[in-house]
């Protein structure tokens, strides 16, 4: 079963930016849809941002777009999510997670419709 590692998060100024990273465990990851959500306490988890399994298509949250840039390296089996011009709202965990559904090009906004999920990284903005 394929394994998620986050890295990247940590303690930033309102305005500024972060890069998270998403390691897979292993290379048939590179075949499937991988989303971004982000969670804080007390609220559920919500959708941030998913790509297909190629990376050329792409699909954000509405308020969310414009600010934060979704990428993947299959050959490094790994996903990005680029996030400037940061707000301290957008302070959460944030998780990636893995579709089951190979070579997909849909877009998957949901929690289920995700098999393997990272662990998380904390992202903090201060104003």
């Known amino acids: 079963q394929v394994q998620l590692v986050e890295s990247g998060g940590g303690l930033v100024q309102a305005g500024g930016s972060l890069r998270l990273s998403c390691a897979a465990s292993?290379?048939?990851?590179?075949?499937?849809?991988m989303g971004w959500f982000r969670q804080v306490p007390g609220k559920e988890r919500e959708f941030v941002a998913v790509?297909?399994?190629?990376?050329?298509?792409?699909y954000y949250r509405d308020s969310l777009e414009g600010r934060f840039t979704i990428s993947r390296d299959n050959a490094k089996n790994t996903v990005y999510l680029q996030m400037n011009s940061l707000k301290p709202e957008d302070t959460a965990v944030y998780y990636c997670?893995?579709?089951?559904?190979?070579?997909?090009?849909?877009?998957?906004?949901?929690?289920?419709?995700?098999?393997?999920w990272g662990q998380g990284t904390q992202v903090t903005v201060s104003s």
């Open positions: 292993e290379r048939t990851f590179s075949i499937y849809p």
């Open positions: 997670a893995a579709n089951s559904r190979p070579y997909s090009s849909s877009y998957y906004l949901r929690e289920f419709d995700y098999a393997t």
């Open positions: 790509s297909d399994w190629s990376g050329g298509r792409t």
